[in-house]
Antibody, heavy 120, light 107 residues
């Protein structure tokens, strides 16, 4: 069973970079599967941020593409999210998740989520 | 980009009622739609993938159907534990867009 756990600062200042990690247990991220980030502003719906395959090839939401970087760290069996130039609109619960079916399928396993607040 | 329009945004129904939620894509998505359930304060949970396939452990009162651009999640007999927000998601191509969500409450 795959388990995911997000970590990172809960408070980021406007214009700075949001950085989160997702530690994966129960599976080696370099062996397969595809990994993603989703966010949910307070009281709102889900927004896909981006995903990455086990070879390190990323795909990004066009609406965020200029500010997002997703990468793998196989030595730590984790993947990461960086979002630059944040504003209050980036305040959200950030989830990491795995795509089902060893392809870019739907998201079957999710982390518990971490709230990131953008505020000075 | 293909848009996913989900309706209604909220509904209230009695225990035992049949509930229907729809999701319309702006283009054919080849049946590659999933449905999630998010209970208050909880993590989204995948219920259905590829239009109509239930994940193991999902009650049989949940059913997905549709084709082309129009897809439906049906709860055949609403139970108190089904109170949640439900989201559709397309995954045929980037971006993997979610619908706006449907909040289901008990009347």
């Amino acid at each position: 069973q795959v388990e995911l756990q997000e970590s990172g600062p809960g408070l980021v200042k406007p214009s700075e970079t949001l950085s989160l990690n997702c530690a994966v247990s129960g599976y080696s991220i370099s062996s397969g599967f595809y990994w993603g980030w989703i966010r949910q502003p307070p009281g709102k719906g889900l927004e896909w941020i981006g995903s990455i395959d086990y070879s390190g090839n990323p795909h990004y939401n066009p609406s965020l593409k200029s500010r997002v970087t997703i990468s793998l760290d196989t030595s730590q069996n984790q993947f990461s999210l960086k979002l630059t130039s944040v504003t209050a609109a980036d305040t959200a619960v950030y989830y990491c998740a795995s795509h089902a079916g060893n392809t870019f399928g739907p998201f079957d396993y999710w982390g518990q989520g971490t709230l990131v607040t953008v505020s000075s | 980009d293909i848009q996913m329009t989900q309706s209604p945004s909220s509904l209230s129904a009695s225990v035992g009622d049949k509930v229907t939620i729809t999701c319309r894509a702006s283009q054919d998505i080849s049946g590659l739609v999933a449905w999630y359930q998010q209970k208050p304060g909880k993590v989204p949970k995948l219920l259905i993938y590829t239009t109509s396939n239930l994940l193991s452990g999902v009650p049989s009162r949940f059913r997905g159907s549709g084709s082309g651009t129009d897809f439906t999640l049906t709860i055949s007999s609403l139970q108190p534990e089904d109170v949640a927000t439900y989201y559709c998601q397309k995954y045929n191509s980037v971006p993997w867009t979610f619908g706006q969500g449907t909040k289901v409450e008990i009347k």
